[in-house]
């Protein structure tokens, strides 16, 4: 146990117990409040009293995966010049699909423009086919419902390729609370210890592999200790081939993404094109 929580210092008893009962290599399998004892003991989790039970909390999601992603865009990535000295913050672009929690878009980016957002959606729709609807706040690089009120690079691609966009109401970030929540994991476990990067490229490497843990090998506790690939499947290779992906040409250059970094799940062929519905 004490091993487990030193090695994920943001876990707690709960997962730390799962993973216990899943390696099957403890009997008899302790509960969730044994290991938090335990841990307690040990001085690795400070004792507390938690404000509001799990039940209090009321979550919805929808029914299938690729119905509706949740995007945003999240700082946290530094970049150190090795010759300078200087720091600078990148972005991330993030996604992640509403019944599964499965990450579909992990994107570092040195300035979150709205061609930089647009192409990492690109890719994300290349290798994962084309959701029904995309949630998002309402950030310039996704509209300009708060501008002219005219169309985005964001909302033209949505609108050539069949995709509902759904605009959270101002200054109600629980809205897109999945994200929300992707964005905290992914800071407790990657951005807060990993130190600077030199470069994007070495950034979005080490951000690669956490991805692959988070989607493919962690227990979610909102998806009753699944992975989200465990709850996780793209849009079947043959209809995307069927129905095609429109890229405006401003983006034709992305390149495809035929190798994920994770499989999502036996049988699930990630394909090249998305699909208009």
């Known amino acids: 146990m004490c091993e487990l929580r030193r090695k994920h210092p943001r876990w707690g008893p709960r997962r730390i117990a799962f993973v216990l009962e899943r390696s099957g290599n403890v009997t008899p399998v302790p509960s969730r409040m044994t290991v938090y004892r335990i841990l307690v003991r040990h001085g690795l989790v400070e004792p507390g009293v938690r404000r509001r039970k799990r039940s209090d909390y009321k979550r919805w999601q929808r029914d299938r995966p690729m119905q509706l992603w949740q995007m945003d865009i999240v700082g946290g990535v530094m970049l150190v010049d090795p010759v300078t000295g200087m720091l600078t913050e990148a972005k991330i672009v993030t996604g992640v699909d509403d019944h599964s929690r499965y990450c579909v878009i992990a994107q570092v980016v040195e300035r979150a423009t709205g061609r930089a957002v647009c192409a990492a959606f690109a890719r994300a729709l290349q290798r994962f086919g084309v959701p029904d609807e995309v949630l998002t706040d309402n950030g310039k690089q996704f509209?300009?419902?708060?501008?002219?009120?005219?169309e985005v690079l964001f909302d033209?691609?949505?609108?050539?390729n069949g995709i509902a966009h759904q605009l959270t109401q101002p200054a109600s970030p629980t809205t897109t609370g999945k994200v929300e929540r992707f964005h905290q994991t992914l800071r407790r476990e990657l951005l807060d210890d990993c130190g600077a990067f030199e470069s994007i490229e070495q950034a979005q490497a080490a951000l690669d592999r956490w991805v692959e843990e988070y989607n493919s090998m962690r227990p979610h506790q909102a998806l009753d200790m699944q992975s989200p690939a465990d709850r996780f499947a793209p849009i079947a290779e043959q209809e995307r081939d069927i129905l095609g992906l429109k890229i405006p040409g401003v983006l034709a250059l992305v390149p495809q993404q035929r190798t994920p970094p994770a499989d999502p799940g036996p049988g699930r062929s990630l394909a090249r094109a998305g699909r208009p519905s």
Do not use: A, H, S, W
């Open 143 to 150: 509209t300009d419902r708060f501008g002219q009120g005219g």
């Open 156 to 160: 033209r691609i949505c609108r050539e």
